[in-house]
């Protein structure tokens, strides 16, 4: 059977769009990154997934005058390319309802906290000044409720008494980096039966 049909949404380094792609190269993996996409001309991950030999391409957000246009080019662009799943690896932008429901139990992210404990952003800041002993990542299907759809995989990390939100950043990255790759797999296994 042929691999799934794959994109990736980044804003900023790439990380996680690296492991994606770097786990899909195994013969094994049920899905292909075949586009890349930031919403930043500027975005340190397009040339890496270039350097892998993705297609990668830049939709700047400031060209449209509001959200619904910036999303029917985006949508546009993954309908041509034939695209089956979309990743938000590190994608920085709040997807309307109008988008969502286009791409509804096809569209993946990771967010960093152990939904649904601190949707949105400063999880690492949040999970310490609440006292949390734990902290974590999640993979989930997106809603049109931020942070809000179905968790598909979850790690958990134990919070150290002197972690910051620097030194809980940089654990759990190591983490994330296979998190997503794992979660990715299970989506598209299922997607075709």
Request: proline share 5%.
């Amino acid at each position: 059977m042929p691999k799934v049909r794959t994109a990736v949404l980044i804003s900023g380094r790439g990380s996680n769009m690296v492991s994606l792609v770097e786990a899909s190269k195994a013969k094994d993996y049920p899905a292909d990154i075949n586009l890349v996409i930031s919403n930043k001309p500027n975005a340190a991950g397009l040339s890496k997934a270039k350097d892998l030999g993705v297609m990668a391409l830049a939709i700047d957000h400031t060209d449209f005058s509001n959200r619904r246009e910036f999303e029917t080019a985006l949508d546009a662009v993954l309908r041509e390319a034939k695209t089956e799943l979309i990743c938000c690896a590190g994608f920085m932008r709040v997807l309307t309802p109008w988008f969502v429901s286009r791409w509804e139990g096809r569209l993946l992210n990771i967010h960093p906290s152990l939904l649904p404990k601190y949707k949105g952003l400063n999880t690492h800041q949040r999970a310490l000044e609440a006292g949390d002993s734990e902290h974590g990542c999640t993979v989930h299907y997106v809603t049109a409720e931020l942070d809000g759809g179905d968790t598909i995989l979850q790690h958990k990390i134990d919070i150290l008494e002197n972690d910051t939100p620097e030194t809980l950043s940089s654990r759990l990255l190591p983490l994330e980096l296979t998190l997503f790759p794992k979660a990715l797999s299970i989506v598209a296994k299922t997607y075709r039966t």
